[in-house]
């Protein structure tokens, strides 16, 4: 489980396919700090599982079954092929800027909403609108996940804990602060780049008990 608190801009160093699945090296010395093999960490918006810590040495291996002698400047994990068919992670490149975020503790402030880190289906970034102080974003809204999403409601975007601020049939509004455009990809994306998208878990809940469809 998740706040959708980015921690860190990682970066991608490399991916390895295998057939249908990959492995992915990520590096980042924030996420790393107090990381082991089987700690789940979110990599722009998915729960990926660590299966090694990059050793701090250049050019230095993962090491699956212990930590690294050295301080880990990042992290493996694999990626099952339903997770590259259901998320972007199957665009990622080395070079690639990534959020991440660890698994939240019980004893942990709750900043933004909860966050499964399971993507329900991705989406496509339409327009952006920078204002004086922040920036105005827009998302298209697949069909299959519209029924969740409510204005003022909570939605996460590449793992990125954001309210929604306008929505219209087929897309929705999130308003970005300067410390969001800074510490996430969303500063960067460009009009027409594909987003994972997470609805809140609470409606699908409600939906369910409710009689609904899920």
Known sequence: MFTGIVEDLGEVEAIEHTGGSARIFVRSATVTQDARPGDSIAVNGVCLTVTGLIDGRPGATPVADEPPASSPRGF??????????????????????VNLERSVRLEDRLGGHLVQGHVDDTATIIRRDPQEHWEVVRISLPPGIARYVVHKGSIAVDGISLTISAIGADWFEVSLIPETLKRTTLGFRRPGETVNLEADVIAKYVEKLTGGTR
């Open 76 to 97: 493996s994990a694999d990626v099952m092929g339903e997770t590259l068919k259901r998320s972007g992670l199957d665009s990622l490149a080395p070079g690639s800027k």
